[in-house]
């Protein structure tokens, strides 16, 4: 019989939101008042910051009709930021502000660079025999967490890649004349997932559809072999339909375009403009007109066309982090387990977050054809189902009428943190 744990519960989101990223949120917030044990519900704002600032929010006081929009809202209800805890002081000022508002259950909806402040938390806790429980939940469009299957936040970005390859080649079909190509760059720092979604444009048992050509960071890039593609194509077809992933490298490992010599504040490098490079090489070495189309931050902001599978998923990833915690479970990450059956189920689980943390989920080798420009059906039979079904956004006057939370103050009881 697990020992009932009787304490305030909160919620902190990180880095880069999603279009499901607050149905998580709303499964969270739904469960949490369902157990007496939770008493009450915060949410920190702007991620570590809020944690650092003890800047919480009442979750319980807000509407049900909030929370309830918060499963069709993008970008990240709380807030977020790209900041970490570094210094051994944040994490005494972390644990101090969770003893001076008895948090005895912490959410923490994040990426594998975001976990690892929830697992060093949990670490500082156990130290100091503060009893918290500690569950993450998984969070990103480029599907690069290890143990799950798939992640909240990846069917959503990659339905709405693969509708905006399907619009742009409309655009280019009815423009080409066997001299255009276009190129869509797409997020993916360090793995191809997102570009990969983009082959589910093609209709069954139409394989030269586009996306003509997709490159993957797992595939080395040759401006050779790149400009014979477009060549090879363009023989065939009246434009050439290319999706590049950002985090593109040549055969050395080296980016193929960096935007600036600096990096973020995770430490990571300012990638970006690989469109850029690919359309001055077609221009300059091939005389056809190229053109770019960046997605940026759509792909993952785009909610008005996110992926109902997606956004329940999100939702039920949120409950069931609070039963675990509930349950005594502490430091693991809720997964999404896929059934074996032929039609497709899912189910959560859970896996340390120390397994998560400085691990990357690469797409598999074998899911490339032998071009390393096209994917097989191996990736289509894993992608299909995570992009079904449509989320019902309420409209007003013409346009999405999103959530927006009242974020109600919950009162700070210590000085202001000055590290």
């Given amino acids: 019989m ?82 970490k805890l570094k210094k051994p002081q944040d994490f005494e000022r972390v644990l101090e502000v969770f003893k001076a508002h008895n948090i005895r259950y912490y959410f923490h909806i994040g990426d594998a660079d975001s976990q690892e402040t929830a697992v060093k938390i949990g670490e500082l806790a156990k130290a100091q025999a503060y009893e918290l429980r500690i569950i993450g939940i998984p969070k990103t469009i480029e599907n690069d967490l290890p143990a799950t299957d798939h992640c909240p936040g990846y069917g959503s970005a990659i339905k709405y890649i693969g509708a905006t390859v399907k619009e742009l080649a409309l655009d280019a079909e009815a423009m080409g004349q066997g001299d255009l190509v276009t190129l869509i760059e797409v997020m993916g720092r360090n793995t191809g997932w997102l570009a990969a979604g983009a082959s589910l444009a093609k209709r069954r048992d139409h394989p030269n559809d586009p996306p003509h050509l997709v490159y993957l960071p797992e595939v080395p890039f040759t401006n050779e072999k790149f400009l014979d593609d477009i060549r090879r194509v363009l023989k065939r077809e009246k434009h050439c339909l290319v999706v590049v992933g950002e985090g593109l490298v040549d055969k050395d490992g080296n980016y193929v375009s960096v935007e600036t010599s600096s990096t973020d504040a995770l430490g990571h490098a300012q990638i970006g403009g690989v469109g850029e490079f690919m359309k001055d090489l077609v221009e300059s070495q091939l005389s056809v007109k190229a053109r770019v189309a960046r997605l940026g931050i759509t792909q993952r902001a785009a909610a008005h066309f996110s992926s109902k599978t997606d956004a329940d998923e999100a939702f039920l990833a949120g409950q069931a982090a609070v039963k675990a915690a509930v349950n005594g479970e502490s430091d693991k990450l809720v997964t999404l387990v896929r059934g074996d059956g032929d039609n497709y189920t899912c189910e959560t689980g859970l896996t340390p977050l120390t397994d998560v943390v400085g691990n990357l989920k690469k797409l598999p080798r074998e899911w490339i054809n032998e071009d390393g420009i096209s994917l097989n059906f191996q990736f289509f039979r894993y992608a299909t189902p995570l992009i079904q079904g449509e989320v019902v956004v309420p409209y007003d006057n013409g346009l999405p009428s999103y959530a927006r939370l009242t974020r109600e103050s919950v009162d700070k009881t210590l000085p202001a943190y000055e590290g």
């Fill in 2 to 83: 697990v020992e009932e744990l009787v304490g305030n519960c909160l919620i902190g989101q990180s880095g880069g939101p999603t279009a499901v990223i607050n149905a998580s949120v709303a499964g969270v917030v739904a469960e949490a008042l369902n157990h007496a044990s939770i008493e009450e519900v915060y949410g920190a704002l702007n991620g570590v910051l809020g944690l650092l600032n003890e800047d919480f929010v009442d979750l319980a006081a807000e509407s049900q009709q909030a929370i309830r929009g918060l499963r069709f809202t993008p970008g990240a209800a709380l807030g977020t930021c790209r900041t």
